[in-house]
């Protein structure tokens, strides 16, 4: 429960006090809000019962009744899924750390109801605990190298890295899945090369690099200019 005076009371000489019981119980001490100040009570531990009835009660000296700002009630439901294999937990957790991903990450990635996974994530449920099989990270303003963590997720399926700022190779762990054909391979171009080698088996899908349009057409008046004075060369023989 939130608490908060509005009025200016002491300048009235008027005070604000109240107590709080639950089910016909004193519940709280003796409240007295601060001025335009937040007043945070809680329950140490859960309330447990059919009927939860609280009630706030003006004490003898107080001169105006009790206020209540604001109410929060929690209530523990159980879910019936398994939580997500701790390998693929442990290693999105280490990723979450590597590049501090401002994502509304948290709790299980997979578990609880479906439409609540991490958001990037897709999971498998066709096993006896759920599987992370897809993570999507484009444009999540990452930097550094591609964690080796990833590798760590054995059952995924489909990773997109691109629109990022990350360095270095893929880890080879990832590429060998990727020629194998087990897993979907989005990067961007500077991610492919690495001390003199590049990946060039397979294509993977890249961002491609585009000409502008003023250099293609300096290119272009170029040819035509060479071509012109080739012509006009052999003419003149």
Known sequence: MYFAELELLAEKNQSRKFNVSWNGAPFLGTISPRYLFATTVSSSGALVGNKHLICLYQTKDSTNPPILNALEIYVVKHMNESPTYIQDVNAIGKVKATYQINKNWAGDPCSGPKNFVWEGLKCSYNTSVPRIISLNLTSSNLSG??????????????????????????????????????????????????????????????????????????????????WRIRRKGKTSK
């Open 145 to 226: 190298i591609i964690d080796a963590s990833i590798k760590e997720l054995s059952l995924l399926e489909f990773l997109n890295l691109k629109g990022n700022q990350l360095s270095g190779n893929v880890p080879s762990a990832l590429v060998k899945r990727w020629e194998a054909g087990l897993l979907t391979l989005s990067v961007d171009s500077q991610n492919l090369c690495g001390s003199g080698s590049c990946i060039k088996k397979k294509k993977i899908n890249i961002v491609p690099m585009a000409v502008s349009l003023p250099l293609a057409v300096i290119i272009l008046i170029l040819l035509v200019l060479g």
